[in-house]
């Protein structure tokens, strides 16, 4: 299938953002007493959110919020990656960041947290986020540095090529990440964390 061998082809921009994201992770579980007014409007806005759709008690309205503000988020973050590649770049740090800070400045329950928590939409939404913040990033260098005996603008559509084959799977991941988040997590959260 296309989508995978574009991945394939891929796999060091989709290593750089995991790697970038990661680093982000762990700087914020360090560093979270130092770094918390800097990710503390984010993770307001991200309280919020979460208010928002429990008011609503619905989980399909919570999937729906979930989903749009993850959509956002992804094709934001591979638009804004022609800017020579920052602006994925420090999204990932900054969402890693958020991670560690939220782990970080919780002592109680971690474990259960991250497993019940942030695990079982994680693993569908975080590959999502890769993807679109690498390909972001790739969008960047192409336009920077082009691609070996391609002009940029032959980079660049290259690049957009690759990132229409593979746009059903982004698509499909935030929907399943969303479905989970939306249902299931609050669900898991109840019984094995928030007892």
Known sequence: MRCFSVLRANRIYLWLAFCLFAFGWVIGELFTDQILHVVKPSLEQLKSLA?????????????????????????????LGVLACAPSVLTLLFNGMMIGVMLGGTQEHVLGLVAFGILPHGIFEMPAIFISAAFGMKLGRVLLV????????QSFKFVWREIFSMSWLVVLLLV???AVEGTLTPTLLHTFVVQ
């Open 51 to 79: 208010e928002k759709a429990q008011a609503q008690n619905s989980g399909l309205y919570t999937s729906t919020l979930i989903f749009g503000n993850n959509l956002r988020a992804c094709v934001t973050m591979l638009l």
């Open 176 to 178: 399943i990440a969303a």
């Open 146 to 153: 082009p691609l070996r005996e391609k002009t940029r603008w």
